[in-house]
T-cell receptor
Framework: EAEVAQSPRYKITEKSQAVAFWCDPISGHATLYWYRQILGQGPELLVQFQDESVVDDSQLPKDRFSAERLKGVDSTLKIQPAELGDSAMYLC???????????FGEGSRLTVL | EDQVTQSPEALRLQEGESSSLNCSYTVSGLRGLFWYRQDPGKGPEFLFTLYSAGEEKEKERLKATLTKKESFLHITAPKPEDSATYLCAVSEGNKLVFGAGTILRVKS
């Protein structure tokens, strides 16, 4: 069964350091999403790609966060510099189209010390 | 702004004790309501999509229903393996907006 791959699964870093997360969506899925989930809350959309183009990044803190999806396949989410409040689960998801069912990866758990 | 509210925040059931989880939403022109299951430390797993009031979907011990303002996830005769967080989400434009979830614990 096809899956969304994410790495690393866990990352511990000190504040002010740079962090990067990688996502490989299900093959053929044009839409890719990065969500952030703080413990005890639901996922919150950070950025949405349609192929290689950003569709929605209205909730992405652009002073420290960046995301790219070169060639419209895999994607990288970067945080620089990391802050204590960035500790969360970073979830990648993909879908066949922009209104369909989302398939999530296992997530990348970030702890900022 | 669209809102998704789930209740209760947490629910403890005995094995075999049926119950329901609630998801209320305010959205203009619902394009889809989604239910997901999330195990600790894992990503959400898709369960159901509902599109119109009156629609129902079933999967094993779970049944999801939809009205104009809320959705229910009914759990019949739950087992310990049904323990998880259940998330509800609605389509807002081209993205999903999630509720905070209901944490379900089923004890044997």
């Amino acid at each position: 069964e096809a899956e969304v791959a994410q790495s690393p699964r866990y990352k511990i870093t000190e504040k002010s350091q740079a962090v990067a997360f990688w996502c490989d969506p299900i093959s053929g899925h044009a839409t890719l999403y990065w969500y952030r989930q703080i413990l005890g809350q639901g996922p919150e959309l950070l950025v949405q790609f349609q192929d290689e183009s950003v569709v929605d990044d209205s909730q992405l803190p652009k002073d420290r966060f960046s995301a790219e999806r070169l060639k419209g396949v895999d994607s990288t989410l970067k945080i620089q510099p990391a802050e204590l409040g960035d500790s969360a689960m970073y979830l990648c998801a993909s879908s066949l189209d922009r209104a369909g069912e989302l398939f999530f990866g296992e997530g990348s758990r970030l702890t900022v010390l | 702004e669209d809102q998704v509210t789930q209740s209760p925040e947490a629910l403890r059931l005995q094995e075999g004790e049926s119950s329901s989880l609630n998801c209320s939403y305010t959205v203009s022109g619902l394009r889809g309501l989604f239910w997901y299951r999330q195990d600790p430390g894992k990503g959400p797993e898709f369960l159901f999509t509902l599109y119109s009031a009156g629609e129902e979907k079933e999967k094993e011990r779970l049944k999801a229903t939809l009205t104009k303002k809320e959705s229910f996830l009914h759990i019949t005769a739950p087992k310990p393996e049904d323990s998880a967080t259940y998330l509800c989400a609605v389509s807002e434009g081209n993205k999903l907006v999630f509720g905070a979830g209901t944490i379900l614990r089923v004890k044997s």
